[in-house]
Antibody, heavy 123, light 110 residues
Framework: QVQLVQSGAEVKKPGASVKVSCKASGYTFTNYGISWVRQAPGQGLEWMGW????????HYAQNLQGRVTMTTDTSTTTAYMELRSLRSDDTALYYC????????????????WGQGTLVTVSS | QSVLTQPPSASGTPGQRVTISCSGSSSNIGSNTVNWYQQLPGTAPRLLIHTNNQRPSGVPDRFSGSKSGTSASLAISGPQSEDEADYYC???????????FGPGTKVTVL
């Protein structure tokens, strides 16, 4: 079955970087994109960006430009999200999700999602 | 502050129909498809409705979606206790050049 398994929780100090991994299985990795979404404690969902696994093209949310980098390793079917210059308000659950693109409607949907990785930023 | 607007909460009994609205603008819902995601307590979100009104396999048919103009809605016909969750609408926004989520609606089954 299609599955995304993420790396474990991280605790970082302000100003540091974090790199979260997302291991995909059960489908052809290069046929779909990967998106990253985060959720601060008790808050809603925030889209961070996505990567086209086939060609490596990325598109990031405007508010994270310059601080986030999304990459993939097709040999291990793993996606990565690195966030730099961490601040306390980056404390959140970080989710990866497979991106399904509908060429007929130019629509994107996210299914399935990983289990989430808690990143805590604290001095 | 999201560009999509949802009520913070909704509730109903198993014999009723619960409807959640999602209001946007011409740059998001008005020109792009809408998806709905369900997030059960303590779990990752899951896709509930895609392309305005399409249910992925495995989603019960008591869930339905619709879209008209710059608004969309999710309906739960005869909600069950296991449907208590947060529900998020989402769409691409051409002005922001990004994917946006609504603030979420917490559904309670009475």
């Amino acid at each position: 079955q299609v599955q995304l398994v993420q790396s474990g929780a991280e605790v970082k100090k302000p100003g540091a970087s974090v790199k979260v991994s997302c291991k995909a299985s059960g489908y052809t990795f290069t046929n779909y994109g990967i998106s990253w979404v985060r959720q601060a404690p008790g808050q809603g969902l925030e889209w961070m960006g996505w990567i086209n696994v086939y060609n490596g093209n990325t598109h990031y949310a405007q508010n994270l430009q310059g601080r986030v980098t999304m990459t993939t390793d097709t040999s291990t079917t793993t996606a990565y999200m690195e966030l730099r210059s961490l601040r306390s308000d980056d404390t959140a659950l970080y989710y990866c999700a497979r991106v399904d693109y509908d060429i007929l409607t130019d629509g994107h949907s996210f299914d399935p999602w990983g289990q989430g990785t808690l990143v805590t930023v604290s001095s | 502050q999201s560009v999509l607007t949802q009520p913070p909460s909704a509730s109903g009994t198993p014999g009723q129909r619960v409807t959640i609205s999602c209001s946007g603008s011409s740059s998001n819902i008005g020109s792009n498809t809408v998806n709905w995601y369900q997030q059960l307590p303590g779990t990752a979100p899951r896709l509930l409705i895609h392309t305005n009104n399409q249910r992925p396999s495995g989603v019960p048919d008591r869930f339905s979606g619709s879209k008209s103009g710059t608004s969309a809605s999710l309906a739960i016909s005869g909600p069950q206790s296991e449907d208590e969750a947060d529900y998020y609408c989402a769409a691409w926004d051409d002005s922001l050049n990004g994917y946006v989520f609504g603030p979420g609606t917490k559904v309670t089954v009475l």
